[in-house]
């Protein structure tokens, strides 16, 4: 990894970098005097357009783009709404920013809503963050206080209410129209689209929803500008119209079987070895990794041998992922069971689950029955022909569900099915050396 200056990151050792004081000292806030009273909403949307910044929080939308669908005659009002619920499980980096540099993560939202023309935003906060809601809640004081929030901000025409509505701990919320669903008063049950939030959103107003770390990389674009960005990252690949590259910082979370586990600032591209080795000090205990989740439970698997795939939006896409998710790496070493993490990610998604899709309620609740059986001793090898099955027909991509979660639920099946079939059938045939080659059905499992 060539040099490389954290910048989202910065202020994350510092004492008492959630106060106000200490914020300003580093010059925070300064990038929002300059841009409230020298650039136009227009100005700044066309900056972060420039600057080809995509979405942090898992699919990797263009930010830009994005807020350009907003109605430019739209007379209001117009709301941003702020992805904080960060329920993908082995990721933390937004908590890392809200609870170390929470004026930061004000600073970004702010200068969004002001592109965006929002009157008011909402900041959708996961229930189980006790510490950011506390540092978020006097970091909102504060800057209310000091003029850069509520009415005329800085003397300006232009006003801003920045709110927080914790949510209940449901992960379908990371979807952005469940988020508005919930944050509405309603069960979390993902809207049908189009209308897209840009048109009809919150309240049935055109909407933006981002999350934390996307908007706290605007503060850095627009501060150090739009070459500085893209010099860091990947460009897109030539032969690729739909590579829109990957550029700018990005903080990765690393955790499992790692000596050092932590969340970690560098540049997109970084490869999966690199990542684990420089940063997290290599696999634990002198092991070797057996694999790696690249970004989050729904993006599936990394074999050993793909650990040179890069941190991009397109690297573990082209490994078979379902793409970088929001970079945070789990890694398994060389005596974990991939039976046990199928398992694990089956359970999950199943309970996570809003019901409302037949494939996705269904699909994910057979495929937790199949590997219980399984695990139970009880599986045959036709068993993992079913859950490939279930595995290719859920999911916004075959067209059968209204969000992706479904999505989220297949890749762990599909990429452990295709790296590591041998593993799980020779699981199969020691635990049930019996039964194991049956292809008649066979009498459920009880389960509590």
Request: hydrophobic residues 35%; contains cysteine; aromatic residues 8%.
């Amino acid at each position: 990894m060539p040099d490389f200056e954290p910048v989202l990151t910065a202020n994350v050792d510092k004492e008492d970098a959630h106060r106000l004081t200490v914020y300003e000292a580093g010059g925070g806030y300064g990038t929002l005097r300059r841009v409230v009273g020298q650039m136009s909403p227009g100005d700044v949307v066309q900056q972060v357009q420039a600057s080809q910044l995509r979405g942090r929080g898992g699919a990797g939308f263009p930010t830009g783009l994005k807020w350009s669908f907003l109605p430019k005659d739209h007379p209001g009002p117009i709301y941003l709404c702020v992805n904080a619920d960060e329920s993908e499980p082995g990721t933390f980096c937004n908590r890392v920013l809200m609870e170390a540099d929470p004026h930061q993560v004000l600073e970004g939202i702010i200068l969004s809503a002001y592109a965006t023309r929002a009157s008011t935003a909402y900041i959708y906060l996961r229930y189980e963050y006790p510490l950011s809601l506390q540092r978020l809640q006097a970091a909102i004081g504060e800057a209310r206080e000091a003029g850069y929030l509520g009415k005329n901000i800085l003397g300006t025409d232009y006003s801003l209410e920045v709110r927080i509505h914790r949510g209940a701990a449901a992960y379908v919320c990371g979807e952005e129209t469940g988020l508005i669903e919930s944050i509405e008063g309603r069960r979390a049950w993902p809207r049908i689209k189009p209308p897209f939030p840009a048109v009809e959103g919150l309240f049935r107003k055109p909407t933006v929803v981002n999350n934390v770390e996307t908007l706290a990389c605007v503060v850095h674009i627009l501060d150090r500008g739009v070459a500085w960005f893209k010099s860091i990252g990947v460009p897109p690949e030539p032969d690729n119209p739909r590579d829109a590259g990957s550029f700018g910082p990005k903080m990765f979370g690393l955790s499992g079987h790692v000596n050092r586990p932590g969340c970690y600032e560098a540049p997109l591209g970084i490869s999966c070895g690199e990542l684990i080795d420089r940063f997290g000090e290599g696999v634990w205990k002198d092991r070797r990794a057996k694999a790696v989740v690249p970004g989050g439970l729904s993006t599936g698997l990394l074999s050993e041998r793909e650990l040179d795939t890069p941190m991009d939006f397109a690297g573990p896409i082209r490994a078979g992922c379902l793409g970088l998710g929001t970079g945070c790496a789990v890694v398994l070493d060389e005596t974990y069971p991939i039976l046990d993490f199928l398992h694990n990610s089956c359970r999950f998604f199943a309970h996570e689950s809003c019901g409302q899709c037949t494939p996705c309620r269904e699909g994910t609740a057979w495929a937790l029955r199949l590997c219980q059986r399984i695990r139970a001793g009880r599986g045959r090898l036709v068993d993992l022909d079913l859950l490939a099955e279930i595995g290719d027909t859920i999911g916004v991509m075959p067209g059968t569900t209204i969000c992706g979660l479904a999505d989220g639920a297949a890749w762990p099946i599909k990429t452990a099915l295709a790296k590591f079939r041998d593993e799980l059938e020779e699981s199969i045939r020691q635990t049930n050396p019996q039964g194991y080659a049956r292809t008649e059905p066979v009498e459920a499992l009880n389960t509590p």
